[in-house]
């Protein structure tokens, strides 16, 4: 069974940082491509970033280009966000998903971690 | 950028009825890239159709999707009670993955 476990949310400072993982289960991790998909309260899902199974090709939504850094280890079978001079606005919850490249969709996805940006 | 724009914002039916979701590209999409997903409240998405038009493993056969270029459509061909959710489309094209605003199915 796939399953996609996010931790490393919390309450960060205007500024601050924060690096969320997702640990990763059921599928053969270094096959397959993740992406990082949020949603900030009572509003629509947002895609912010995507890296392939090998780590050499990376996109970023522009809202958090320069800001975000994904990554990924094989060995520990998992993805990370590394989210730095975090903004009011990027308070949201935060999914990790498994992106199939055959079928070209996010097939799977964690439960989530909730960031929130506040003073 | 490709936006994708969903109507309507919310639908009112009743259990047994016919749900006909809209999903608009602003430049045209290769179906091939155009998916179809529900979120319940507190839960993550789930993946209902990838293609436009395949359905995930999984879901029922009520669930069906067409469409091609700019205008695909997710139907739902009678409501069950556990169908009132909120249903996004979503695109990609090369380094950008989109999803619509969503279109919410509650009950009348």
């Known amino acids: 069974e796939v399953q996609l476990v996010e931790s490393g949310g919390g309450l960060v400072q205007p500024g601050g940082s924060l690096r969320l993982s997702c640990a990763a289960s059921?599928?053969?991790?270094?096959?397959?491509?993740m992406g990082w998909v949020r949603q900030a309260p009572g509003k629509g899902l947002e895609w912010i970033s995507y890296?392939?199974?090998?780590?050499?090709?990376?996109f970023y939504a522009d809202s958090v280009k320069g800001r975000f850094t994904i990554s990924r280890d094989t060995a520990k079978r998992s993805l990370y966000l590394q989210m730095n001079t975090l903004r009011a606005e990027d308070t949201a919850v935060y999914y990790c998903?498994?992106?199939?490249?055959?079928?070209?969709?996010?097939?799977?996805w964690g439960q989530g971690t909730l960031v929130t940006v506040s003073s | 950028e490709i936006v994708l724009t969903q109507s309507p914002g919310t639908l009112s039916l009743s259990p047994g009825e016919r749900a006909t979701l809209s999903c608009r590209a602003s430049?045209?999409?290769?179906?091939?890239?155009l998916a179809w997903y529900q979120q319940k409240p507190g839960q993550a998405p789930r993946l209902l159709i990838y293609?436009?038009?395949s359905r995930a493993t999984g879901i029922p056969d009520r669930f069906s999707g067409s469409g091609s270029e700019t205008d695909f459509t997710l139907t739902i061909s009678r409501l069950e009670p556990e169908d009132f959710a909120v249903y996004y489309c979503?695109?990609?094209?090369?380094?950008?993955?989109?999803f619509g605003p969503g279109t919410t199915v509650d009950i009348k």
């Open positions: 998903a498994k992106w199939d490249s055959g079928r070209h969709c996010f097939d799977f």
């Open positions: 059921g599928f053969t991790f270094s096959n397959y491509n």
């Open positions: 890296i392939t199974s090998g780590s050499g090709t990376i």
């Open positions: 430049q045209s999409v290769s179906s091939t890239y």
């Open positions: 293609g436009a038009s």
């Open positions: 979503q695109q990609y094209v090369t380094s950008q993955f989109t």
